[in-house]
């Protein structure tokens, strides 16, 4: 019986050991990346364009919004959001390795903006939906491949304020039908969203969402 031919390691690239915050009051502030967990912060130039994306929106005023980072990681987009001037920053992870080094970050900035929340993603998002919270900003930098957007943007319809905007980082454009072949539908979890702006930068699709003022 002919012998199957050995696998082959498949490696992933190490995260880089620093992201840097683009502006606000920390800006060009170092954050350390653990190399551990997946853990594969959103790029500088990313962040930039996103950031822009956002102030664009708001006229450049970040002043009284609150935000929730719901895959926090390196605290990379939490952290610039509080930078830039946000009320209130809620950073979710569900890692103790993680929170331990957002904790210290944060007390390193005086942060006292940011509130650091161990926990489960979809299990914060749905505990917050039941209690009334609502943001101006919901970040969602899941991990890639496990279908975490399918189950968690559903969930931000109800943690949302009017006019409230969902930054979606992902490793394959959203299905917007639009997007997509002719005759194919926007699948239903992503029914109830308009994009506002999209882009690529390498492997990384990112995407700047309101709700649809047309939905049933």
Known sequence: MPK???????????????VRIIGGAWKR???????????????DRVRE?????????WGNDWSGT????????SGALGFEAASRGAEAVVMVDSHSPVIRQLEA????????????LR?????AAQSMALRGQRYDLVFLDPPYQ?????????LCVALLKEDGLVYVESGAPLPFAADVDAGAQTPDWLAPWQALRADKAGIVY???????????
């Open 49 to 57: 364009t996103v950031f822009n994306w956002i102030s664009h929106q």
């Open 146 to 154: 496990l279908d975490f957007l399918e189950r968690v943007l559903p």
């Open 66 to 73: 609150n935000v929730l980072d719901l895959f926090a990681g």
């Open 206 to 216: 990112f995407h700047l969402l309101r709700l649809r003022t047309d939905r049933a």
């Open 119 to 123: 926990a489960d993603a979809l299990a």
């Open 29 to 43: 502030t170092q954050l350390p990346v653990l190399d551990a967990l997946g853990l594969r912060p959103t790029p």
């Open 4 to 18: 199957k031919p050995a696998k082959i390691p498949v490696h992933r690239p190490p995260p880089p050991q620093h």
């Open 105 to 116: 970050v944060k007390d390193k900035l005086h942060a006292d903006a940011v509130t650091l």
